[in-house]
Nanobody, 119 residues
Framework: QLQASGGGLVQPGGSLRLSCAAS????????MGWFRQAPGKQRELVAS???????NYADSVKGRFTISGDNAKNTVYLQMNSLKPEDTAVYSC???????????????WGQGTLVTVSS
């Protein structure tokens, strides 16, 4: 349902862009976003965006990360700039998706993608 891509190894101060595409039976998507989990730490919400374009960011990434969406492609992007070693984590995308008219909205998850920030 959700396919994430774009992780990798980057030096401190560098940039990466993550993508997450939703596919399959989709009537509507209320919101999409990204969580991350670093080793030994709890999972945290990084950024989210609603179908109307409202965004939300963790304080730790404000001013450095930008989330955007392409409704026509059912895809969300996370542009990560000025990356720091503490951004190293497995990033997972999610989507609040209604598959068919009249059905409830459920949260779906993509596979995680590893982002490593290191010199």
């Amino acid at each position: 349902q959700l396919q994430a891509s774009g992780g990798g190894l980057v030096q401190p101060g560098g940039s990466l862009r993550l993508s997450c595409a939703a596919s399959g039976s989709i009537f509507s998507i209320n919101a999409m976003g990204w969580f991350r989990q670093a080793p030994g730490k709890q999972r945290e919400l990084v950024a989210s965006i609603t179908s109307g374009g409202s965004t939300n960011y963790a304080d730790s990434v404000k001013g450095r990360f930008t989330i955007s969406g392409d409704n026509a492609k059912n895809t969300v992007y996370l542009q990560m700039n000025s990356l720091k070693p503490e951004d190293t984590a497995v990033y997972s995308c999610y989507g609040q998706i209604q598959q068919r008219v009249g059905e409830p909205t459920y949260a779906y998850w993509g596979q995680g993608t590893l982002v490593t920030v290191s010199s």
